[in-house]
């Protein structure tokens, strides 16, 4: 099983400013089958990056993914109000799917 | 519009059964794998179990391997989520979830229903 460990677990910023999340995998990702989720409160997940650096449809271009191999990173660009939640990465490239334990990105 | 409305879910005793269900639409159904995932009160999400496109290919989590069965409908747009032998740490809200291509593997999951709770307790 592929161990993810996102960092930092919490992480304060304020509106505009920037937000680097980390999402390190206990062995290599194949082919960067790694995504980005969101989820508020009270609410399903919402797909924001696939293929470590494809945004989904209708994600704004202020969120992007980068990274290979165990390393990866969600950027968040200028953020929004509505950009404070709990942000999951999930490897796909083997036969059992595993999250990370998930940032909560708040307000500072 | 994209859509996924599981139901099923409820309270249970340990060592009970439940079947939770998935009800697609606004897509199409039969050409995608689908997924349930879970997440336990205040924890986070945990990758349960998924079936291909045509549900003859099906993986599991260890967790519960051996006492959940995924299956589906392609003719009710629907998949379940069989679950017996239910435990305590069993208790989260499920959701199911549509993959992106048709094999149950290599799938990032997008849309996703809003979940059922499923509480397992005496």
């Known amino acids: 099983e592929i161990v993810l460990t996102q960092s930092p677990g919490t992480l304060s910023l304020s509106p505009g400013e920037r937000a680097t999340l980390s999402c390190r995998a206990s062995?290599?990702?194949?082919?960067?089958?790694l995504a980005w989720y969101q989820q508020k409160p009270g609410q399903a997940p919402r797909l924001l990056i696939y293929?470590?650096?494809s945004r989904a449809t209708g994600i704004p271009d202020r969120f992007s993914g980068s990274g290979s191999g165990t390393d990866f990173t969600l950027t968040i660009n200028r953020l929004e109000p509505e950009d404070f939640a709990v942000y999951y990465c999930q490897q796909y490239g083997s036969s059992e799917y595993t999250f990370g334990q998930g940032t909560k990105l708040e307000i500072k | 519009e994209v859509q996924l409305a599981e139901s099923g879910g409820g309270l249970v005793q340990p060592g009970g059964s439940l079947r939770l269900s998935c009800a697609a639409s606004?897509?199409?159904?039969?050409?995608?794998?689908m997924s349930w995932v879970r997440q336990a009160p205040g924890k986070g999400l945990e990758w349960v179990s998924a079936i291909s496109d045509s549900g003859g290919a099906t993986y599991y989590a260890g967790s519960v391997k051996g006492r959940f069965t995924i299956s589906r409908d392609n003719s009710k747009n629907t998949v379940y989520l069989q679950m017996t032998s239910l435990r305590a740490e069993d208790t989260a809200v499920y959701y199911c979830?549509?993959?992106?291509?048709?094999?149950?593997?290599?799938?990032?999951?997008?849309?996703w229903g809003q979940g059922t709770l499923v509480t397992v307790s005496s």
């Open positions: 293929g470590a650096s």
């Open positions: 062995q290599s990702v194949s082919s960067s089958y």
């Open positions: 979830a549509s993959g992106r291509i048709p094999a149950p593997l290599y799938n990032w999951f997008d849309p």
């Open positions: 606004g897509f199409a159904f039969s050409s995608y794998a």
